[in-house]
Nanobody, 115 residues
Framework: QVQLVESGGGLVQPGGSLTLSCATS????????MGWYRQAPGKERELVAQ?????MTTYADSVKGRFAISRDNVTTYLQMNSLKPEDTAVYFC???????????WGQGTQVTVSS
């Protein structure tokens, strides 16, 4: 059973920074890609950043130049800088098995950007 556990969310002022972490445990079929999505109240879940291969990444236009995704053996990170009120959302970590197309999701962590 794959488990993804996000942490690092919270309340931050506009212009501030946060780093989200996603700890992965359990067995899954490789290759697999990791990514971050977010969902704001009343809006659909949207892609924020993801690894499209071992080293290639992609970002939503709204976060390019401000957010950075990275990872080590068991944890995926999302470094968020120059945060804006419109970045307020629940952030979800996801793992997708490339061959089977199966996706796993974390429970989400709330990020609130407000003065």
């Amino acid at each position: 059973q794959v488990q993804l556990v996000e942490s690092g969310g919270g309340l931050v002022q506009p212009g501030g920074s946060l780093t989200l972490s996603c700890a992965t445990s359990g067995s899954f079929l490789r290759p697999a890609t990791m990514g971050w999505y977010r969902q704001a109240p009343g809006k659909e879940r949207e892609l924020v950043a993801q690894f499209t291969s071992d080293i290639m990444t992609t970002y939503a236009d709204s976060v390019k130049g401000r957010f950075a995704i990275s990872r080590d053996n068991v944890t995926t990170y999302l470094q968020m800088n120059s945060l804006k009120p419109e970045d307020t959302a629940v952030y979800f970590c996801t793992l997708r098995e490339v061959v089977r197309g199966r996706s796993y999701w974390g429970q989400g962590t709330q990020v609130t950007v407000s003065s």
